[in-house]
């Protein structure tokens, strides 16, 4: 049974480091960044509630039918991501975007310098777990739980190991159980 506990405990703390990895350290591997999709305007490309990574994209380099974060003109407070449909070149770069689940395009053209990066995939449902988490990782809780309990479990086993390592008796317990052990089976 403890040795089903160590396993468990070990699984979940992966996991966890897992999760913070992909979370934390992707966007920095590809010089991104990352957004929650808060509306349904992208789908079924982009349901609401998913993680979107975000890259810095040349705006002379986006194509048709790429999909593109941008601060719409009437609030640059918020990003949108909307597929480009048709790209205009009169005196400036503009783009026309619509989302999928849109029947028509949106009423304004998106100037080049609006344009923040270009979305390279999103995972669905993931946005809404990450939003949950950085909201209670913020907290004492979160705190306690994330960084306090895995350091003392970490501390924790390693002093044991350390003890261990260096009695004596404990040694000679361990040789006289494997020895039983192979006589047995």
Do not use: C
């Amino acid at each position: 049974m403890k040795k089903f506990a160590k396993l468990l405990s070990y699984i979940i703390l992966a996991l966890i480091i897992a999760f913070f990895t992909v979370v934390l350290l992707m966007p920095t591997v590809f010089l991104g960044s990352l957004a929650i999709v808060r509306s349904s305007s992208m789908e079924p490309a982009m349901p609401a509630g998913a993680l979107a990574l975000l890259v810095p994209v040349d705006p002379q380099k986006v194509k048709i039918g790429d999909i593109i974060a941008f601060d719409p003109t009437w609030d640059p407070d918020v990003t949108v991501s909307h597929r480009v449909i048709d790209i205009r070149r009169d005196g400036q770069l503009l783009f026309d975007t619509k989302g999928d689940a849109t029947e028509e395009s949106d009423p304004y053209y998106v100037p080049a310098e609006r344009v923040h990066g270009r979305v390279v995939f999103s995972v669905p449902y993931l946005g809404f777990a990450a939003n949950d988490v950085s909201g209670y990782v913020r907290s004492w809780w979160g705190l306690l739980v994330f960084v306090a309990v895995p350091a003392v479990l970490l501390i924790g086993i390693t002093f044991r190991d350390v003890s261990r390592s260096t009695n004596r008796r404990y040694k000679r317990t361990q040789l006289i159980l494997k020895r039983r052990q192979r006589r047995a089976g």
